[in-house]
């Protein structure tokens, strides 16, 4: 049961992390909005309460900490899994129910990594990442100003975007098509990502920035950056965005062309509209 999405954050320099306080009304959840973008909740996994669980909607399949499926006791079938950029052994199991808010995932597939690196950088202890296998096709939004999750649209999108939803080992994930220059791309929707990323050798003709990032969890050397261009989402520009130039997943399907994560649009609502394949947004 291979994969080929590289669950961990894909861009992390600095940054220092305090959960969240869990869930809120009955129909919000509350997270703790870290640098900017990444979503930390509180929840349950099988018997286990007061869990840091990371939202990254490109994790497909969701992910289940080494120290949190030993507390479990569960066990699985080994199999190849795409870390970062290199393919590593490791365990799929089934997880009886993960409980976040009104979010009840029941029997979820899940593959057990080693989240020592991630948890090292965050200085946060994550026991699990989820996607959006978790939520079986509900609708729902992320409040980025609120740091809340909502159940139900709020009808007050100003902007809307198709997409494509697609699946691996079982877990749905979402393409988002966007202009980058004068380069049409498909990139994963990823809140668990602070950036554009686009992979090597996907566009020809986009112009290196001699500025570089400092190593991190994506790659052991120095990231490259591009220079910035003008973006546009479906029929909305978004100034010019900058970019960064990824080694491609091992395995990971021609067609998606990088990641994009939605607060590096400075968006500060989405919603994921299953029933018609859009995503709504609004930005500042």
Same mark, same amino acid.
């Given at each position: 049961?291979?994969?080929?999405?590289?669950?961990?954050?894909?861009?992390?320099?600095?940054?220092?992390?305090?959960?969240?306080?869990?869930?809120?009304?009955?129909?919000?959840?509350?997270?703790?909005?870290?640098?900017?973008?990444?979503?930390?909740?509180?929840?349950?996994?099988?018997?286990?309460?007061?869990?840091?669980?990371?939202?990254?909607?490109?994790?497909?399949?969701?992910?289940?900490?080494?120290?949190?499926?030993?507390?479990?006791?569960?066990?699985?079938? =080994?199999?190849?899994? +795409?870390? @970062?950029?290199? !393919?590593? #052994?490791?365990?799929?199991?089934?997880?009886? %129910?993960?409980?976040? &808010?009104?979010?009840?995932?029941?029997?979820?597939?899940?593959?057990?990594?080693?989240?020592?690196?991630?948890?090292?950088?965050?200085?946060?202890?994550?026991?699990?990442?989820?996607?959006?296998?978790?939520?079986?096709?509900?609708?729902?939004?992320?409040?980025?100003?609120?740091?809340?999750?909502?159940?139900?649209?709020?009808?007050?999108?100003?902007?809307?975007?198709?997409?494509?939803?697609?699946?691996?080992?079982?877990?749905?994930?979402?393409?988002?098509?966007?202009?980058?220059?004068?380069?049409?791309?498909?990139?994963?929707?990823?809140?668990?990502?602070?950036?554009?990323?686009?992979?090597?050798?996907?566009?020809?003709?986009?112009?290196?920035?001699? =500025?570089?990032?400092? +190593?991190? @969890?994506?790659? !052991?050397? #120095?990231?490259?950056?591009?220079?910035?261009? %003008?973006?546009?989402? &479906?029929?909305?520009?978004?100034?010019?965005?900058?970019?960064?130039?990824?080694?491609?997943?091992?395995?990971?399907?021609?067609?998606?062309?990088?990641?994009?994560?939605?607060?590096?649009?400075?968006?500060?609502?989405?919603?994921?509209?299953?029933?018609?394949?859009?995503?709504?947004?609004?930005?500042?």
């Amino acid at each position: 049961m291979p994969t080929w999405k590289s669950c961990l954050l894909l861009t992390v320099l600095t940054i220092t992390c305090v959960p969240g306080r869990g869930a809120g009304k009955q129909d919000e959840i509350s997270f703790k909005l870290v640098q900017g973008f990444a979503i930390v909740m509180r929840g349950e996994i099988g018997r286990l309460a007061n869990l840091n669980i990371l939202l990254d909607t490109g994790a497909v399949p969701s992910v289940l900490n080494t120290r949190t499926a030993r507390q479990l006791g569960v066990t699985g079938v =080994t199999a190849s899994f +795409a870390l @970062l950029h290199k !393919d590593i #052994d490791a365990q799929y199991v089934t997880v009886d %129910l993960v409980h976040v &808010g009104w979010i009840r995932a029941l029997r979820l597939p899940m593959v057990v990594v080693d989240l020592a690196r991630l948890e090292q950088v965050l200085g946060i202890r994550i026991d699990a990442i989820v996607g959006l296998d978790t939520f079986a096709g509900s609708g729902f939004g992320i409040d980025y100003k609120r740091a809340r999750i909502t159940r139900e649209p709020s009808g007050t999108m100003r902007h809307v975007v198709p997409i494509e939803i697609r699946t691996a080992a079982g877990a749905p994930y979402w393409v988002v098509p966007i202009s980058f220059g004068s380069h049409l791309l498909h990139v994963l929707l990823d809140t668990g990502a602070n950036h554009l990323g686009i992979f090597e050798g996907h566009v020809v003709g986009l112009t290196l920035d001699p =500025t570089t990032l400092q +190593a991190n @969890l994506i790659s !052991d050397a #120095d990231l490259k950056m591009l220079r910035p261009a %003008l973006l546009f989402m &479906g029929d909305t520009a978004l100034k010019r965005q900058t970019a960064t130039l990824l080694r491609e997943p091992p395995g990971g399907p021609r067609e998606i062309d990088g990641v994009l994560g939605p607060a590096a649009l400075k968006i500060t609502r989405i919603e994921f509209d299953w029933e018609h394949h859009c995503l709504r947004w609004n930005a500042e």
